[in-house]
T-cell receptor, first 111, second 115 residues
Framework: EDQVTQSPEALRLQEGESSSLNCSYTVSGLRGLFWYRQDPGKGPEFLFTLYSAGEEKEKERLKATLTKKESFLHITAPKPEDSATYLCAVRFSGGYNKLIFGAGTRLAVHP | EAGVTQSPTHLIKTRGQQATLRCSPISGHTSVYWYQQALGLGLQFLLWYDEGEERNRGNFPPRFSGRQFPNYSSELNVNALELEDSALYLC??????????????FGSGTRLTVV
């Protein structure tokens, strides 16, 4: 069965304390792995798309990496404004262009 | 450039009633996707419309339906509302056959509450 699993479910960090979020997937024919940020009561905000193993993307304090079965979202020296839920989604062959989402990781960064 | 807009922001309905949710995609985008996000759950795929046609639907009962208009805006209808239909309904758009490196752009959603 095609699925996406994110861990941990929740993460609490002190400001400046770097960490990583994990997204593992079991789909055939990956055609893109997406990271989104979602604030409470809002729609997901696009962060990155990764296509192939070894690919990396960076944006401010965030860096996303991809291997054959998982992706990591590294957060370096986080600030309180990085607090949000981070969602991972995949698009795959035979998936009719839909995205399958993981349940997300709720990140709280405290000053 | 205006983003994906959804209306209404909030909707309260009684069990058994019908709800209609609306989505306007980014100008030029022809594909519209609907997702349900129930409290504490991940986004679940509902429907995909492209060029006015329903292209795919998720594991939801037939009382969830919709359509896409010639201007590519879309409507989601939920009939015979049940309490468990309470959720945030999200619409996303993208330009068909656009490089997906730009992602799917989401609206802010409609919060549907069934009482």
């Amino acid at each position: 069965e095609d699925q996406v699993t994110q861990s941990p479910e929740a993460l609490r960090l002190q400001e400046g304390e770097s960490s990583s979020l994990n997204c593992s997937y079991t789909v055939s024919g990956l055609r893109g792995l997406f990271w989104y940020r979602q604030d409470p009561g809002k729609g997901p905000e696009f962060l990155f798309t990764l296509y192939s193993a070894g690919e990396e993307k960076e944006k401010e304090r965030l860096k996303a990496t991809l291997t054959k079965k998982e992706s990591f979202l590294h957060i370096t020296a986080p600030k309180p404004e990085d607090s949000a839920t981070y969602l991972c989604a995949v698009r795959f062959s035979g998936g009719y262009n839909k995205l399958i989402f993981g349940a997300g990781t709720r990140l709280a960064v405290h000053p | 450039e205006a983003g994906v807009t959804q209306s209404p922001t909030h909707l309260i309905k009684t069990r058994g009633q019908q709800a209609t949710l609306r989505c306007s995609p980014i100008s030029g985008h022809t594909s519209v996707y609907w997702y349900q996000q129930a409290l504490g759950l991940g986004l679940q795929f509902l429907l995909w419309y492209d060029e006015g046609e329903e292209r795919n639907r998720g594991n939801f009962p037939p009382r969830f339906s919709g359509r896409q208009f010639p201007n590519y805006s879309s409507e989601l209808n939920v009939n015979a509302l049940e309490l468990e239909d309470s959720a945030l309904y999200l619409c996303a758009s993208r330009l068909t056959r656009q490089e997906t490196r730009y992602g799917y752009t989401f609206g802010s959603g409609t919060r549907l509450t069934v009482v």
